[in-house]
């Protein structure tokens, strides 16, 4: 019995004239498929707030076309046709998604901050305070123009735009205010990219709550 159960479990070679043969499984097989489904893109956390407006600012809302007119001066923004602005009746505006797209999803939350910010510039304004550091840096205003020498052969001059207001205190520190957030973000990036900050004395032009990770230079041979 036992030696029936090894012969049986032996393959012959195929040098005595017979193949080994191998018995393969007919069970059938479950056919795979694939289900499409619709995925509903997740709402923005930043979209979905509504956005206050003071008394003192007035919206004019034609369309995609959208004008904010307040104390401190006017701005206007279109929005794209993936995004709507709509007013609510307690006063307050909402940016909602047309259709459900990824794209949508991406300005959804990025129209409705830019909205806000035209609501709070035109309100209260915003400001920007960067700060000189090194031997001999200093800036001055002169009339319509922002003048800094940085260590250059020649002073920087630069024309500040009518919507800004640019104030230096103590030759080192330079306070760039407005109602346009994304100038004022602009212009301070522009005088900041004349003499960035460097990582080893930390010299250059930095904004004031900017952290300048430093390096230790080359240590000197030992004796």
């Known amino acids: 019995m036992a030696s029936s159960l090894v012969s049986s479990f032996q393959p012959r070679s195929a040098f005595l004239g017979d193949r080994n043969v191998f018995k393969v499984s007919s069970t059938p097989f479950a056919q795979v498929g694939y289900s499409s489904k619709t995925i509903e893109c997740k709402e923005s956390r930043i979209g979905k707030q509504p956005i206050a407006v003071p008394s003192n600012v007035t919206i004019a809302l034609e369309g995609q076309d959208l004008k904010v007119k307040g104390p401190l001066g ?19 505006l909402r940016v909602k998604k047309t259709v459900e797209t990824r794209r949508a999803n991406q300005m ?6 830019l909205t806000d910010n035209m609501v709070v510039g035109v309100s209260k304004g915003f400001e920007k305070k960067l700060i000189l550091v090194g031997v001999g840096y200093r800036a001055t205003v002169d009339g319509k123009e922002l003048v800094l020498n940085l260590g250059f052969s ?14 230096v205190e103590e030759n080192t520190r330079i306070t760039v205010s407005g109602y346009d957030k994304s100038e004022i973000g602009q212009f301070a990036a522009t005088v900041r990219k004349w003499r960035p900050p460097e990582p080893y004395k930390g010299k250059g032009v930095k ?17």
């Open 154 to 167: 020649h002073p920087v001059k630069m024309q500040i735009p009518d919507s800004l207001k640019v104030k």
């Open 108 to 113: 959804h939350g990025l129209f409705r901050t």
């Open 74 to 92: 006017e701005l206007a923004l279109t929005y794209p046709r993936e995004v709507e602005l709509t007013k609510e009746e307690s006063g307050f």
């Open 207 to 223: 904004y004031s709550d900017e952290i300048v990770r430093r390096k230790e230079g080359k240590a000197g041979k030992k004796k």
